[in-house]
């Protein structure tokens, strides 16, 4: 009789430092046992699994998912401090799936300790800064001579000659808004960067009724981060200005 | 100024970092994720016409929401965002949150 | 991660909205590249003022009538999404290349 051994999977929330099993209860997605498989120092935080990834179109559903994953990082990290996170739906399969793990972990031991020598004793930020359009732009017109000009032009012209110095307008706010943006983000990345062991560029992304400038993931020394915030405090009590400060994350963009 | 990690308010910060970031895996390791089409408009195929989108697979997606609006009109399914899991490359499965706002 | 362009509208969750907010969007950027060569040949010098006259004021009848038929049909939302999709995709390409080189530029002060 051929009995054909199925395939498992174990699920991957972090990697961390520890030699003792540990094992943090039925706080996995889908309420799964959260426990550590161990290999040589070092330690990866699993729960037991199909070797099948977790997919469904409820969108509810996997919010829930998402969460829980961070959720046993957060906790994973009050335990042992350094941790190295996996995205979402990571999953090491085979036949004898914690054997797979620690295998892996032997294997990446290198790279493993890298990485936690690397975020020892920091904390990741995501620090987003936006201006109002409207609030700038109005700046820029009050400013900007060659507006200024624009404007009485305007109240002169006849109307299909003025739709076209509208547009000339809008040029020059654009460009103006451009070159102040450039200059702003360089200035307000320099400062920020002072503050930081390691500071990541990320997408800007769109908000309402705001622009954002810039979008950033700083890895920074716990005794660091009240002086990183003093310094956003400054950026957000400029006119028109806004900062948003979030976290400490477990270091999800700082891993190599 | 404090950082904020308040659940309502940074839903879309663990979302980018859950999703986006984390360690890499070697593929063969893990488990793989059939790609799955996308849902949505290319723009390009919506310019060519009718028939380019019939070639490009299109009426089926529209087909689908049609009948998707059918079904909510009908009250069974309310789908305001799509998590659509697209496919996997160098050991990470990437996945869409789609906003329809 | 790809942009995806969402033809389904909040207030009036129909295919026909998304449609037709897709459609507008297309409108729209035309209407920007007529504008734009408008404003060039103006610059260029090569046309009269009494053609410019006459290209300004159809400008700005057609800007007027995208904007009634946005207001008329509840269109701005599903049109503006179509949009921010389209800037979406252009702008991954230029963060790809032109902001890569920029950071590094930074970095080394």
């Known amino acids: 009789m051929d009995v054909k051994t199925k395939e498992q999977g174990r699920y991957l929330y972090c990697v961390a430092e520890g030699n003792e099993q540990t094992r943090f209860g039925r706080i996995g997605i889908e309420s799964n046992e959260v426990y550590t498989i161990l290999s040589n120092g070092l330690c990866a935080v699993v729960h037991n699994c199909k070797a099948e990834a977790y997919y469904s179109k409820d969108e ?11 959720n046993v990082i957060d906790k994973a990290q009050e335990r042992f401090e350094t941790v190295i996170p996996l995205s ?32 020892k004793g920091k904390q990741e930020f995501g620090v987003q800064i936006s201006w109002d359009n409207k609030v700038i732009e109005k700046k820029l017109s009050e400013e900007k001579k060659e507006i200024k000009n624009l404007v009485k032009e305007i109240k002169k012209a006849p109307r299909g000659k003025a739709y076209f110095i509208k547009q000339k307008i809008k040029k020059e706010l654009k460009g103006g808004m451009e070159k102040l943006a450039d200059q702003k983000f360089k200035r307000f990345y320099l400062e ?15 908000i309402e009724e705001k622009q954002m400038l810039m979008n950033l993931s700083c890895l920074t020394e716990k005794n660091k981060v009240q002086s990183l915030g003093r310094e956003l405090d400054k950026i957000n009590k400029l006119s028109g200005f806004s900062v948003r400060f979030t976290g400490p994350w477990p270091p999800y963009s700082f891993i190599t | 100024m404090q950082p904020t990690r308040e659940k309502n308010a940074t839903l879309a910060d663990v979302l980018d970092r859950a999703l986006n970031k984390g360690l890499l895996i070697n593929a063969d390791l893990i488990i793989s994720v059939a790609d799955i089409p996308l849902i949505g408009v290319n723009l390009k195929a919506a310019i060519a016409g009718m028939e380019t989108m019939l070639e490009y697979g299109m009426m089926q997606d529209w087909d689908e929401a049609l009948r998707a ?24 499965r990437t996945v869409s949150l789609l906003r329809s706002k | 991660m790809v942009t995806k362009i969402d033809l389904k509208n909040d207030d009036k969750e129909s295919l026909k909205n998304g449609v037709m907010g897709l459609v507008l969007a297309i409108v729209e950027v035309i209407r920007d590249a007529l504008r734009l060569q408008a404003v060039r040949r103006i610059e260029a010098g090569s046309l009269t003022e009494e053609e410019e006259e006459r290209l300004g004021k159809a400008l ?30 252009a702008n991954d390409l230029v963060n790809k290349f032109i902001n890569e080189e920029q950071i590094k530029a930074l970095n080394k002060k």
């Open chain 2, 69 to 92: 609006i059918a079904r909510k009109k009908r009250g069974i399914i309310d789908e305001k965002e799509k998590i659509t899991v697209l496919g996997e490359k160098n050991g990470r």
């Open chain 3, 60 to 89: 700005e009848d057609f800007d007027n009538a995208i904007e009634k038929m946005k207001e008329e049909h509840g269109l701005n939302e599903a049109t503006q999404n179509v949009r921010n999709g389209l800037d979406d995709l």
């Open chain 1, 192 to 206: 920020i960067k002072k503050h930081c062991h390691d500071i990541k560029v990320e997408k800007n992304k769109r």
């Open chain 1, 60 to 70: 509810e559903k996997v919010k829930e998912w998402i969460k829980a994953h961070q």
């Open chain 1, 88 to 119: 979402f739906d990571v999953i090491i399969k085979g036949k004898n799936a914690s054997k797979e793990v620690a295998n892996w972990l032997q294997a990446e031991k290198e790279r493993l300790e890298r990485n936690l020598e690397k975020v």
